[in-house]
């Protein structure tokens, strides 16, 4: 089993920035893919971003190209995700995901096997 453990949310102002950080700890050596979705109030979750095992390969939704970046550092088991020019449609509560390797890649977009408990983001004046 792999447990993650999310932190960093907060509340911003519209137009600033935020980090979010996600430790990974049990079998992480069975994991490869590794991401953040998000879920606003009444909505249902939605992807936000993926990097690959390697770092090499990164997926971001088209809503937060641009403005968010997301990496990972393996020798600390941590993923990130940086978040700037935030904005108010960033509200949401989100959450950190991970796929066991040798899953499809696909996986990573539609059905992570790890869930974090989520990390609240509010963007509001």
């Known amino acids: 089993q792999v447990q993650l453990v999310e932190s960093g949310g907060g509340l911003v102002q519209p137009g600033g920035s935020l980090r979010l950080s996600c430790v990974a700890s049990g079998r992480t050596d069975n994991i490869y893919w590794m991401g953040w979705y998000r879920q606003a109030p009444g909505k249902a979750r939605e992807f936000v971003a993926a990097?690959?095992?390697?770092?090499?390969?990164?997926n971001y939704a088209d809503s937060v190209k641009g403005r968010f970046a997301i990496s990972r550092d393996n020798a600390k088991n941590t993923l990130y995700l940086q978040m700037n020019t935030l904005k108010p449609e960033d509200t949401a509560v989100y959450f950190c995901?991970?796929?066991?390797?040798?899953?499809?890649?696909?996986?990573?977009?539609?059905?992570?096997?790890?869930w974090g408990q989520g990390t609240q983001v509010t963007v509001s004046t």
């Open positions: 995901v991970a796929v066991r390797r040798f899953r499809p890649t696909e996986r990573i977009l539609t059905e992570p096997d790890y």
């Open positions: 990097i690959s095992g390697s770092t090499i390969s990164t």
